[in-house]
Every structure is written in structure tokens, then in C-alpha cells.
């Protein structure tokens, strides 16, 4: 349903694109033509995953390593990006999350959650917005979010907070920044599995039917998401502003997706504390 060249002439920054739904959506981007730069805080899966896209498709894939929980790395790391072209498109995509009883959350804890989740995604996009208005340079920032954001999700409540955060921060930038040329948009996705979330969300007893509960009775594909972002942040979705997308088959309309963890004893979530440590 894409033109070929649908992102010819964008260059996109994916954060936390070395793998899961950030490699996903680098993919379906340089498929389409776009020049691709990938941050994250481990080199060798981010030149991996660039190796991959470049011998499959043959575009311009970037790498730099960057912890965006820092507001200086993130400031170095525009810097250096901005000396060869500016980008045209952000796309706020790392974050971190774990399921954990709330009143046993840490400072620590919470902020392993909110730094990379919240924090990262405002530094990387006042980095990127500052230089395009510097520059009456036209931008588009994406951000995926979480169906908490309508919702609220137990036992997640950092990354709850964050996401809305960044929610608001959307539709601020819309109202403060569109007259400036910069769109921001957002998808809340409900479940596509990674290996990351997969561990930290999905830990050993909790409800194996979860995907059969879900409207459409399964759950998403990446390359379904990946389709999304493609519209979103292309010239074809330019009068789209300040608006969330949920992609979840409708399962925010049955359930948070944390009812079943409600029903765990004292018992079951110390042993999933004694896990964590461990791992």
C-alpha cells in the first residue's frame, strides 16, 4: 500500500533501534528510502543491525552510541549528527519497564525506568527541535508510547507515568511547535512481543492466553507497526498533529493487561524479586 520511495530524501533517528520494534521500523524505513541512524548504548548490536539493513537494502544505515539518559550525550551526539545533515525525523523508541508491586519500587528503580523513558525521549526531542527552529528546518517527531496512557497499568506504574508524560509533551509541541513547520505524533501499541519486553513483562507465571484475549485474538506483527510509523512520519500524514495512534487490536477497550497479576500471592512476587537480582 506504500509508494517505493515513500521516505526518499528523510533522514530518520531511531533511539533504541539496534533491536526489537526500533529495528523493526529502521527496516520498513530504509526499505522505503530513507537514510537510517540508529542510537543506542551497545556498539556492537547497533553495527549488527546496521550490516543487516545495508546488505538487504543497500540504503545509508548510521550508527552512535549514545546513553540519552544523559543530556550532554544527547547534546554530543545531535552535534555530531547535525555536521553531516540535520535529520528529519525523531523517533523516540527506547524505553525500559519491568513489572514490580509499586510500594517496593526503589529511587533507584524508578529512575532505571523514568531516566531512559521519559527524561531521554524530552532531551533527544528539545535537541532535535531546537536545531530544526535554529534552522527553519520542517521535522517530525514520533513517539511510541503505551496504552496506559488511557488506561493506567498496575505494577508498571513508572513507565505508566512516563509514557503519559511524553503523551503531553506530544500534544503540547503540536499546539507550540506546529507553526514552526514541526509535527509530533505518537502510537500507543498494544502487544508485539520482543525479546526485551517479553522478559521483563512476561516473567514465568503469569497468564500464558493473554494474545487469545485480545479482540482479534492474537498479537500485533511488527511489521504492522512498522507500516504505521512509515504513514505517520511521512509528507502523506502532514496535517496529522498532535495525535496518539493506538495499534493494539482493541484490547485497551477490554482490559489494562495487568488484571491477571492482581490475582498473585505474596508468595509468587517475592519469587519473581529473587529472579531479578539474581538475572
Not at 39 to 66: H, W
Not at 77 to 84: K, L, N, V
Not at 165 to 170: N, R, V
Not at 205 to 215: E, L
Request: one cysteine or more; charged letters at 20%; hydrophobic letters at 45%.
Amino acid at each position: 500500500m506504500f509508494e517505493k520511495g515513500l521516505l526518499t530524501d528523510k533522514r530518520i533517528l531511531i533511539t533504541g533501534g539496534g533491536s526489537g520494534l526500533g529495528a523493526a521500523m529502521g527496516r520498513r524505513f530504509v526499505e522505503l528510502g530513507a537514510e537510517l541512524l540508529i542510537c543506542g548504548r551497545r556498539l556492537q548490536l547497533l553495527e549488527q543491525t546496521a550490516a543487516r539493513l545495508r546488505s538487504e537494502f543497500g540504503g545509508k544505515v548510521g550508527v552512535f552510541t549514545c546513553d540519552i539518559r544523559d543530556g550532554h550525550a544527547v547534546e554530543a551526539m545531535m552535534d555530531a549528527i547535525w555536521r553531516a545533515a540535520p535529520i528529519d525525523v525523531l523517533v523516540n523508541n527506547a524505553a525500559a519497564t519491568f513489572i514490580a508491586q509499586t510500594e517496593q519500587l526503589s529511587f533507584r528503580a524508578a529512575d532505571a525506568i523514568l531516566a531512559p523513558t521519559l527524561h531521554g525521549a524530552m532531551y533527544c526531542t528539545l535537541g532535535a527541535g531546537r536545531r530544526w527552529i535554529e534552522a527553519q528546518h520542517k521535522g517530525v517527531v514520533l513517539s511510541i508510547l503505551s496504552t496506559s496512557t488511557i488506561t493506567g497499568r498496575a505494577f508498571t506504574v513508572p513507565s505508566a507515568m512516563a509514557k503519559s508524560a511524553i503523551l503531553a509533551m506530544t500534544r503540547s509541541l503540536a499546539v507550540e511547535w506546529g507553526p514552526k513547520g514541526i509535527r509530533t505524533v505518537a502510537i500507543a501499541p498494544g502487544a508485539f512481543p520482543t525479546e526485551g519486553a517479553s522478559g521483563q513483562l512476561r516473567p514465568e507465571g503469569r497468564d500464558d492466553n493473554w494474545a487469545t484475549r485480545n479482540p482479534l485474538g492474537r498479537a500485533g506483527e511488527h511489521g504492522e507497526l512498522a507500516d504505521l510509523a512509515s504513514f505517520l512520519i511521512s509528507d502523506r500524514a502532514g496535517y496529522i498533529n498532535g495525535e496518539m495512534v493506538v495499534q493494539d487490536g482493541g484490547a485497551h477497550l477490554r482490559s489494562s493487561g495487568a488484571e491477571d497479576l492482581l490475582q498473585w500471592s505474596d508468595t509468587q512476587w517475592q519469587r519473581h524479586r529473587d529472579a531479578r537480582v539474581k538475572s
